[in-house]
């Protein structure tokens, strides 16, 4: 009997962990479509040019090698793709600041057959950070969002001394329809 209840314990446990995803870009799509994927969301992640750019204004074609360049300098950290062809991605840029230091967006996207993008939603920005602080942090974030856990304790004013998570925060959250980070009223 012991040796069924130690079986049907070991079962649950092993049923109930969570499964390790692979969110390694290159499980997904080849480098040329990284390039294309990260192109297809700059100017979502990305600061307007300072070239008369608004966010009505910035698709237009006038701001291309800007973005172009802002797409190829930035990393393609993680990619993970659902049975409901759903992208979740962590994607780094570089950041202002006297040594290097980088800054994560982690979101999710969802594509129409033709490959518009139908859904863009960015969940959270990281802090700068040097990259190996940067990645071992958004490692963290991306497994947990993906597996669907809150991500609220890594909110500056819950972490306590650890900075993780910049937005969001109080003051600013993401607007699923005007696909920008705003600051409440």
């Known amino acids: 009997m012991k040796k069924y209840l130690l079986l049907s314990l070991t079962f649950l446990v092993l049923s109930c962990a969570k499964e390790k995803i692979n969110s390694t870009p290159d499980h997904y799509l ?89 859904y863009y939603e960015e969940v959270a920005r990281t802090w700068k950070m040097e990259e190996k602080e940067l990645k071992e942090k958004t490692d963290l974030l991306f497994e947990k969002y993906v597996n669907n856990e809150d991500l609220s304790p890594y909110y500056t004013k819950n972490s306590g001394n650890e900075f993780y998570i910049e937005f969001p925060d109080d003051f600013n959250s993401y607007d699923v329809n005007q696909r920008k980070w705003v600051t409440k009223k």
């Open 30 to 118: 080849s480098k040329e479509q990284q390039e294309e994927f990260k192109l297809s969301i700059v100017r979502y992640y990305e600061k307007l040019p300072k070239k008369n750019a608004t966010h009505e204004t910035k698709f237009d074609t006038l701001h291309d090698s800007y973005y172009i360049k802002k797409a190829q300098n930035s990393d393609l950290m993680h990619l993970y793709v659902d049975s409901d062809s759903t992208y979740y991605f962590a994607i780094a840029k570089i950041a202002p600041s006297l040594v290097v230091k980088k800054v994560a967006t982690i979101g999710k996207l969802k594509k129409d057959k033709s490959g518009a993008i139908t």
